[in-house]
């Protein structure tokens, strides 16, 4: 019989398929407590120094490890053999064998091995075991674009695990969330599948959690600040918890990218708000150092726009500089846009390009590009836009004539911003 509750489930494939087969090491005890948490053991019992093996990568030593702990008829060593090899003849004596756990759990190990096309319905489990089943099934419905039954199946395997294996229901919970119907009810999902994985020693995974709320409440927060001040909370644990530049270089730009708009989507209703423009931009500076122009191009362009956007209005004792950094930034994006293929987006750059050459002075290219950019959303129907930039050539035109210097009060087409999803 098999000691419960297994940490089935919890770790990293293939050991999070592993069963612990029974053991009296002293050891036992704490080393089960350790791996119930997703930390591993500081002492491991000899027979379970397989599943240390298979956490280190090393098959070929687990396989060794497990014969040397266990023999050829050992029901669980059979169902351990499986999963760490494949091997068919393994497959066969775990389902032959007289334990209905052992016998249920091979039909999940064959159908995450690819061995069977269809994962077991698994009712004779409970528990964390239940769990990992429901977890296959629910892999299974999100294969066919079953959201609705999929995050039926995975709230089943949350409840039969919250007792039992509390992070094995957060680990399913994250993944419920992700095909929930609303932004209510995925919120809810993440919050719970943070308060299940509290005191986790799995640190990605509490990372994980915390950017799947931060990206739930941004993506559903409008203009609406305590949800953009909770999102920006939840990005930046996600960034403490242990997404960095060397770990996870593609998941931090995405991270600092949508820091960056939380922070600028926030209505200003002080002139100390606008210190958050500072912080914005840093935010964008680093996500740049991740993405680049060649192999990033999409997710380049939001942040060098979000990022010229922001430094048009940023609070400096240098504005010329961070002026003259938008300008640039506007002409590399300027670059990338296909005016044919879009040409409201490639209007709106030239408009925002040229409020920024409008706030330096220099007045004569600013109207020659708010022409050109009026022109393009004119004939493309966008005429309150269209209509907007002529007045503004027209202020210009009228400080032109008076010889008064431009001082910051002329209104730009709103920019365009991504909130990215995703690795």
């Not at 669980?76 to 999963?83: D, E, G, L, T």
């Not at 016998?103 to 698994?122: N, R, S």
């Not at 294996?165 to 932004?183: M, W």
Request: include cysteine.
């Amino acid at each position: 019989m098999l000691t419960r509750p297994q940490p089935i489930g919890i770790l990293p494939f293939p050991a999070g398929l592993l069963l612990l087969p029974p053991s009296t090491a002293p050891s036992a005890a704490s080393a089960r407590e350790a791996l119930m948490r997703g930390g591993t053991p500081t002492d491991w019992p000899r027979q379970w120094e397989f599943v240390a093996r298979a956490l280190e990568g090393d098959r070929d030593g687990a396989l060794t490890a497990l014969d040397a702990a266990a023999g050829e008829a050992d029901d669980v060593a059979n169902y351990n053999r499986f999963v760490l090899s494949g091997d068919m003849e393994a497959l066969a004596a775990a389902r032959a064998c007289g334990d209905a756990d052992v016998q249920a759990l091979a039909e999940v190990a064959a159908f995450v091995q690819g061995a069977v096309d269809t994962p077991p319905a698994a009712h004779e489990l409970d528990g964390e075991l239940a769990a990992v089943a429901r977890l296959a099934q629910g892999a299974w419905r999100m294969e066919r674009d079953e959201a609705e039954q999929g995050a039926a199946t995975l709230a089943e395997g949350v409840e039969a695990a919250r007792a039992s294996s509390p992070l094995l229901a957060a680990q399913l919970q994250s993944q419920r969330a992700q095909l929930l119907p609303t932004a209510t009810l995925a919120i809810a999902a993440w919050r719970d599948a943070l308060q299940l994985a509290e005191g986790a020693e799995l640190p990605q995974l509490r990372a994980d959690l915390a950017l799947g709320l931060a990206l739930a409440l941004h993506e559903s927060a409008g203009a609406q600040r305590q949800r953009l001040v909770e999102a920006v909370n939840w990005y930046q644990e996600a960034l403490r918890a242990g997404i960095t530049i060397e770990s996870r270089a593609e998941t931090f730009a995405l991270v600092q990218n949508n820091l960056g708009l939380a922070y600028i989507s926030m209505p200003m209703t002080s002139a100390g708000d606008k210190i958050r423009l500072a912080v914005a931009v840093q935010s964008f500076r680093e996500a740049l150092k991740v993405y680049t122009r060649d192999a990033h191009e999409a997710q380049w362009s939001s942040a060098m726009l979000n990022m010229a956007n922001a430094l048009q209005y940023l609070p400096s004792s240098h504005p010329k500089e961070n002026l003259i950094e938008a300008v640039n930034a506007y002409e590399e994006l300027l670059a990338v846009r296909n005016k044919a293929l879009d040409p409201v987006g490639y209007a709106r750059l030239l408009a925002n390009q040229a409020n920024a050459l409008a706030h330096l002075g220099m007045f004569a290219p600013s109207i020659e590009k708010l022409t050109e950019a009026r022109k393009l959303l004119s004939w493309h129907g966008e005429d309150d836009a269209a209509a907007a930039l002529l007045e503004q050539v027209e202020r210009i035109n009228a400080q032109m004539t008076a010889g008064v210097a431009a001082n910051g009060d002329s209104d730009d087409v709103p920019g365009e911003d991504a909130l990215l999803g995703g690795e």
